[in-house]
């Protein structure tokens, strides 16, 4: 009896694991700014791009600022990840709480809707601090470096998203 109990506890924790995995996987996608993106040449019209997919349109934004552009706006929206977002202790508690709810008997649907939508919420709120990040850095550029910045994306476009 107590393999079952040690199996069904390493269970529970393969499927946290699993949990917070998706978990992550959509957090980067809906963070588009954070989000890494295979972009392919159309190769049908010269000079033709395919646009990213939806969940990751800012990564030719962020792939096409420097190193140190790139370095400042993450620091930014990791200062407002801590304060905005909940803590690790409390991620873990509300997948917890999907786990209980998924489990339930009778299944309380209302009840799931209200605990990914929390999850959700706070994605969103991630995403859009990367964007008021970005957007910040953006308008602080002159004209002359938003026009290269904007040459530097549409190259990056162009690519596919793949580094010289």
């Known amino acids: 009896m107590q393999n079952a109990?040690?199996?069904?506890?390493?269970g529970m924790r393969w499927w946290v694991k699993a949990i917070f995995g998706v978990s992550l996987a959509l957090n980067l996608a809906f963070i588009?700014?954070?989000?890494?993106?295979?972009?392919?040449?159309?190769?049908?019209?010269?000079g033709a791009y395919r646009a990213p997919g939806p969940g990751a349109f800012g990564a030719p934004y962020m792939m096409a600022l420097s190193r140190d552009d790139r370095r400042e706006i993450f620091g930014q929206i990791r200062a407002e990840r801590r304060a905005a977002m909940?803590?690790?202790?409390?991620?873990r508690a509300r997948f917890r709480e999907v786990l209980d709810s998924l489990r339930a008997q009778?299944?309380?649907?209302a009840r799931l809707e209200s605990i990914v939508g929390q999850?959700?919420?706070?994605?969103?709120?991630?995403?859009?601090?990367?964007?008021?990040?970005w957007v910040t850095h953006v308008a602080q550029m002159s004209d002359a470096e938003?026009?290269?910045?904007a040459d530097a994306v549409e190259d990056v476009l162009r690519r596919g998203g793949k580094r010289r």
């Open 5 to 10: 109990k040690n199996e069904s506890a390493g």
């Open 32 to 46: 588009g700014l954070i989000a890494g993106a295979a972009l392919r040449v159309s190769g049908k019209e010269e």
């Open 86 to 91: 909940p803590d690790r202790d409390e991620r």
């Open 106 to 109: 009778p299944f309380d649907r």
């Open 119 to 133: 999850q959700a919420a706070s994605t969103v709120s991630l995403q859009r601090s990367a964007q008021n990040a």
């Open 146 to 149: 938003r026009a290269a910045y």
